[in-house]
């Protein structure tokens, strides 16, 4: 009988080259803005959500193939992970005229959504 092991793709070497891009990206984010801290939302079959908010303000977030991946690779990064998205984190972030044109659209002569 041969010796066979079903490999998961979630452990697999596919899913440590995914947590290790995750993680440069993180890390790139981070020496830009000096710092960051971030939350991972899980999003359904999508994956997971990675929002990062940098010392400066600047936020971006990330798409992780599942909140697993995203977990090790904020973890691999060493960055502050938050459990919600609210609060004092939240206060951090440092929007401008594009993204209220972008919440608020029409109403205030924002660009068409459509």
């Not at 596919?14 to 960051?36: E, M, N, P, S």
């Not at 977030?61 to 060493?78: F, H, I, Q």
């Amino acid at each position: 009988m041969a010796d066979t092991q079903q490999v998961d793709a979630k452990t697999g070497a596919g899913h440590g080259r995914q947590v290790a891009r995750l993680a440069r990206w993180i890390d790139t984010f981070a020496k830009a803005h000096g710092g960051a801290e971030g939350q991972v939302s899980y999003v359904g079959e999508r994956g997971a959500r990675i929002v990062l908010v940098g010392a400066d303000g600047t936020w971006g977030d990330l798409m992780a193939p599942s909140y697993e991946s995203a977990r090790r690779a904020v973890t691999k990064s060493g960055i502050t992970v938050h459990d919600a998205f609210d609060g004092e984190f939240a206060a951090r972030v440092k929007t401008g005229p594009y993204e209220w044109s972008r919440m608020a659209g029409l109403q205030v002569g924002g660009p068409k959504n459509g």
